[in-house]
């Protein structure tokens, strides 16, 4: 099959489609909009897309940083109708059948809103291409789950573009939130809903937005930057209680 892009009407049949299967979760994906001539457009240069099974999203982040490596980064981050159009053709590996259902998830999981801060991280497929371009050694603590959803951990970082944007911190993530014994995240991290002493979900977004006004973290190092973070991120060998 040759990669495409959804046109605005393609987008919005898709998202019918979506709408349908919410209360006919059985129903199969529509295939017939992939090669509609009416509702989507080739992508130049023509490239060819395999029909594969993704195990977790480390599979899918490799296998669309090669099948996109012919576009420039730019043209893929906000190309909407060629993220939806994957979504689509992939679409029982991001939304499997199990038992004869699916569970649908918001529109934004599937359909590509680039303009939206708040979605454009959450797209299952773009999210896992964006991480690997972000990340692509230290990245255990994201690729690992299946692309079919987005664990707290992703979705924690990916939602903080400050964040991302420092050129060492996915190192200082991985040494950090790594448990080594156990070849998961620590835990704790990101589950508990209190303000925890060294964890992702408040205090290390906290510690940076403090860091930020004194320091030009995108200079640093991942052991400077560790060492600024303070004495609660030092204890990496145990749960955040």
């Known amino acids: 099959m040759i990669l495409r892009r959804l046109n605005q009407a393609g987008i919005e049949a898709f998202r019918q489609f979506l709408e349908t299967c919410r209360s006919h979760t059985d129903i199969n994906h529509p295939c017939d909009l992939l090669e509609d001539s009416a509702l989507t457009t080739v992508v130049q240069p023509t490239i060819e897309v395999d029909q594969r099974h993704f195990g977790e999203r480390r599979d899918a982040a490799h296998y669309l940083n090669g099948l996109l490596q012919p576009l420039s980064d730019h043209q893929i981050e906000s190309d909407a109708g060629l ?46 291409w964006r991480l690997l371009k972000l990340a692509p050694t230290h990245n255990r603590l994201f690729l690992g789950g299946p692309v ?24 200082v993530l ?46 640093l190092n991942a052991d400077q930057l560790i060492e600024l973070l303070g004495a609660e991120f030092q204890n990496t060998d145990s749960p955040i209680t």
Not at 96 to 118: A, C, H, T, V
Request: net charge positive; charged share 30%.
């Open 174 to 219: 991985d040494r950090l939130y790594w448990d080594k014994n156990r070849g998961r995240i620590r835990s704790g991290v990101v589950t508990t809903e209190r303000v925890s002493p060294g964890d992702l979900r408040h205090r290390f977004p906290i510690r940076i937005r403090q860091l930020e006004m004194t320091y030009d973290l995108q200079s």
């Open 83 to 128: 993220w939806t159009w994957l979504s689509l053709c992939f679409f029982d590996e991001i939304c499997p059948l199990r038992n004869g259902r699916r569970q649908i998830k918001k529109d934004y999981s599937y359909i590509f809103e680039p303009m939206n801060s708040r979605h454009v991280y959450r797209h299952l497929l773009f999210v896992a």
């Open 148 to 171: 079919s959803s987005l664990d707290q951990a992703t979705s924690e970082v990916m939602k903080r573009l400050y964040i991302t944007r420092i050129p060492c911190v996915f190192e």
